[in-house]
């Protein structure tokens, strides 16, 4: 592959895999912020009527439905939470990035072995290999 090409390749899974992780990072923060608009409201306006279920209809003490009422805020804010931080790669995140390494490999090899044809193929080789040349050729005569 040329160098160009190389870079290009390069580029475009630098590109992708950036679209592929702003994805996934906007899917975490949906899921964050969707835990703390319940929490804001569940504790705003379900708090009396999951008092007034538990006292009432349970026969719960007044501390033990507020006790239960919190309890369930917490359980949900939790679940939010622990939905809105896992952060797994996708199979397509993982494949654009081995993709990358890849070409980046490809990419150093390629300019390695450039940087030695330019050294063997350069006037400095040219000049000393024709004085080495010489000085065998004129030996001989």
């Not at 952060?87 to 890849?102: D, G």
């Not at 390695?112 to 330019?118: E, Q, Y």
């Amino acid at each position: 592959m040329k160098i160009g090409e190389l870079g290009k390749t390069i580029i475009e899974g630098e590109l992708t895999l950036r679209k592929l992780m702003a994805i996934r990072l906007g899917r975490q923060a949906a899921f964050l912020v969707v835990a703390a608009v319940f929490a804001f409201f569940a504790a705003i306006s379900g708090h009396g009527l999951l008092w007034a279920l538990c006292y009432q209809t349970f026969g719960f003490s007044a501390l033990g439905s507020a006790a239960a009422v919190f309890g369930l805020d917490v359980l949900i804010v939790l679940m939010g939470l622990v939905m809105g931080r896992r952060s797994y790669m996708t199979p397509e995140e993982i494949k654009v990035r081995f993709a990358r390494e890849h070409a980046m490999n490809e990419l150093r090899q390629n300019l390695a072995l450039s940087a030695v044809a330019a050294t063997m193929a350069g006037p400095l080789t040219r000049h000393t290999g024709r004085a080495i040349w010489n000085l065998f050729r004129g030996r001989g005569k």
